[in-house]
């Protein structure tokens, strides 16, 4: 049994939670203890995505407070009194130098509460934005430093797989039973990646995006469509009010329409269906290449000259667009990822990452699991868990911990912007 303290924050969240491990490899349980996140999507907004310095400087300011809700959830937050030794001090405000607003608010903290029962701290140490990395990561050092716990750096990704595989038991996460070769499919802001895991942290990249990542292409479209940041949300719910409002369009639930369609029904329905179809026509580009790999900038090229050519899209249009959008960028993912099963026979495929909320990349990917490989598994982490949240951290940091795998000494850790798996 360890707890273990996480911290992410890697991109627009800063996220702190204690997570209880218990069992081993074979068979793992973990009971969140305490979970606190920030998001700062709301100040980005002004800027239409991240603004790394921005970032940064929310981190430093609410590190403290997001770490004293997560112990206090854990109720391992308790008063008391300890002196810190001067040297001691000085070697927080050396760790903390590039973090000159979290370094008394830091202080100030640990003078003032107890020293937590937990076993090691976890922090992600890429990939991401660096600036917003580094926080963390002097955070954590400073922690460890102070508190003497062992330091675990996560790969962030590693941590999307680790909660894609999770499944809910009880009040628990568990995870057992795993059958490598297991295929991860990664997609978020950052990342557009097919890994084969081949074993407990042993991965091989089979595919990844040629440029944008899938994330990013939401976001982008979004924006050329003057929806908010982040994009993927707005696109998603754009186009669930086209694929919706068919079926409401006549009075007609669309249970109904499955099971008898009838011939005017039929024919209302091919009024509207043209329109949508041939005007709002993207491509899938790469679909028929050999590769695995991905790439989704004529994808976003397309809909920007189809904007240029259409600037006076009608609400009803834009749902068509997004939806037909959404419907491209689910068809490549799947297409890709049913060679990457095939070809590397693996039997359970795991999505994660922020882009695995989408309700119709969700829809489509269970469904074609259920008929084009009946055999396989397929596992999407619950909704909570697929964006960014320091959780998954702690669930990857315990397979480090196994091994381990502890940062020795503290200045070893850097932050990568670019870490990869394979
Ligand atoms: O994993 P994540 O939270 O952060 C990164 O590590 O990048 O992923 C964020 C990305 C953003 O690009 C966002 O637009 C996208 O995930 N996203 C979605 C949805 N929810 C978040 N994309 C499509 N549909 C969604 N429902
Ligand atoms: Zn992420």
């Not at 963390?136 to 894609?164: C, D, Q, R, T, Y």
């Amino acid at each position: 049994m360890m707890k273990i303290l996480a911290i992410e924050t890697s991109c627009d969240e800063t996220a702190v939670a204690v997570v209880e491990a218990s069992g081993d490899e074979k068979r793992a349980e973990f009971k969140v203890l305490g979970n606190a996140l920030l998001s700062q999507i709301e100040l980005h907004r002004q800027y239409g995505g991240v603004f790394p310095s921005l970032a940064k400087r929310e981190h430093a300011k609410n590190l403290v407070p997001i770490l004293e809700a997560a112990l206090e959830e854990a109720e391992l937050l308790h008063e008391d009194r300890q002196a810190i030794p001067a040297e001691t001090r000085d070697k927080i405000a050396a760790i903390l130098s590039r973090e000159p607003d979290l370094c008394e608010p830091f202080l100030d903290f640990v003078s003032e509460s107890e020293r937590p029962e937990i076993d090691a701290i976890a922090v992600t140490a890429g990939p991401g934005l660096e600036p917003a990395l580094w926080v963390g990561i002097n955070f954590a050092k400073a922690l460890s430093l102070i508190w003497e716990k062992p330091l675990i750096g996560v790969n962030h990704m590693e941590g999307h797989i680790l909660a894609a595989l999770a499944e809910q038991s009880g009040e628990k996460l568990s995870i057992s039973n795993l059958q490598f070769p297991i295929l991860a499919l990664l997609i978020s802001g950052g990342h557009t990646e097919l890994v084969l895991m081949k074993n407990w942290l042993e991965y091989e990249l089979v595919g990844k995006t040629r440029d944008d990542a899938v994330g990013e292409t939401f976001d982008k479209v979004a924006r050329m469509l003057a929806l908010p940041y982040p994009g993927g949300p707005e696109i998603s719910k754009l186009a669930e009010l086209s694929r919706n409002s068919e079926s409401v369009e006549d009075g007609l639930p669309q249970a109904r329409r499955r099971r008898g369609e009838s011939e005017v029904f039929q024919q209302k329905n091919e009024r509207i269906r043209p329109q949508t179809d041939s005007e709002f026509n993207l491509p899938r580009p790469m679909l028929d290449s050999e590769t695995c790999d991905f790439s989704f900038a004529g994808l976003k090229t397309a809909v920007l000259y189809l904007l240029k050519k259409r600037a006076d899209l009608n609400e009803r249009e834009k749902q068509h667009l997004a939806r037909e959008f959404e419907d491209a960028v689910a068809d490549v993912l799947w297409k890709k990822t049913a060679q990457a099963l095939e070809e590397t026979g693996a039997r359970t495929l795991v999505v994660g990452g922020g882009v695995s909320a989408n309700t119709h990349i969700r829809r489509t990917f269970r469904e074609k699991m259920d008929s084009e490989f009946p055999d396989s598994n397929l596992r999407i982490p619950a909704s909570s868990l697929t964006t960014d949240n320091a959780i998954m951290i702690a669930l990857a940091a315990f397979y480090r911990a196994e091994r381990g795998e502890y940062v020795r000494p503290l200045d070893k850790l850097e932050a990568s912007g670019n870490l990869s798996l394979a």
